[in-house]
């Protein structure tokens, strides 16, 4: 069984250049949420894709959209990229939204903005 | 808004002596996770704890919670240096909704 995986795992963008960030879920999971972590900080929730559609968001801008496609891959996009964008995105999988299921994490991504 | 609070943020350990990571948060919760994060990786999760009085233990690490308190701690056992990272509680109010994540404690052990 495939665990979750993220690409690219690092990546150093300008600002208000546009950054697109993928990942893979666990084999069976249909939901992927993703998260962004600050230097030194937790995790926060940006959103949360479910069968193809956006289930819930974080409070974050609309810059940050995403995507979930048929094999519920997903893409986190960020456009007009701004310095505190800096930090590691992880992106989490879960076998579904409805019901208590865990959410298992990918290796992150390490976005620099400079 | 559900908060979660970790203290302390910062904690230097001494091998062979005990230690507890407390975690707060605001409101009422489903479930709480406890991950380790080691510099530059990924979440690594230790624990899930569902219902009040809940206690897991795997090898120096134990983790409690207390649904009326709002309270989980985590508590270390001898601590070794290879425990040395940074640990994050996390709160889950409904089912497949956002986790929550408290600041997390860093942990340094020392000889």
């Known amino acids: 069984e495939t665990g979750v995986t993220q690409s690219p795992t690092h990546l150093i963008k300008t600002r208000g250049q546009q950054v697109t960030l993928r990942c893979s879920s666990q084999s069976g999971h249909n939901t992927v949420s993703w998260y962004q972590q600050a230097l030194g900080q937790g995790p926060q929730f940006i959103f949360q894709?479910?069968?193809?559609?956006?289930?819930g968001r974080g409070n974050f801008p609309p810059r940050f959209s995403g995507l979930q496609f048929p094999n519920y891959s997903s893409e986190l996009n960020v456009n007009a990229l701004e310095l505190d964008d800096s930090a590691l995105y992880l992106c989490?999988?879960?076998?579904?939204?409805?019901?208590?299921?865990?959410?298992?994490f990918g290796p992150g991504t390490r976005l620099t903005v400079t | 808004e559900l908060k979660v609070e970790q203290n302390p943020l910062f904690l230097s350990m001494q091998e062979g002596k005990n230690y507890t990571i407390y975690c707060n948060y605001s409101?009422?919760?489903?479930?709480l996770y406890w991950y380790r994060q080691d510099p530059g990786k990924s979440l690594e999760s230790l624990f899930v704890l569902l219902s009040n009085g809940a206690v897991k233990q795997e090898g120096r690490l134990m983790a409690s919670l207390d649904t009326k308190a709002r309270l989980s701690t985590l508590h270390i056992t001898a601590a070794v240096h290879d425990l040395s990272a940074t640990y994050f509680c996390a709160v889950i109010k409904a089912a497949g909704n956002k986790l929550t994540f408290g600041g997390g404690t860093r942990v340094l052990v020392k000889p």
């Open positions: 409101t009422t919760s489903d479930r």
């Open positions: 989490a999988s879960s076998r579904s939204a409805q019901g208590d299921y865990e959410q298992y």
């Open positions: 894709y479910y069968r193809e559609e956006e289930n």
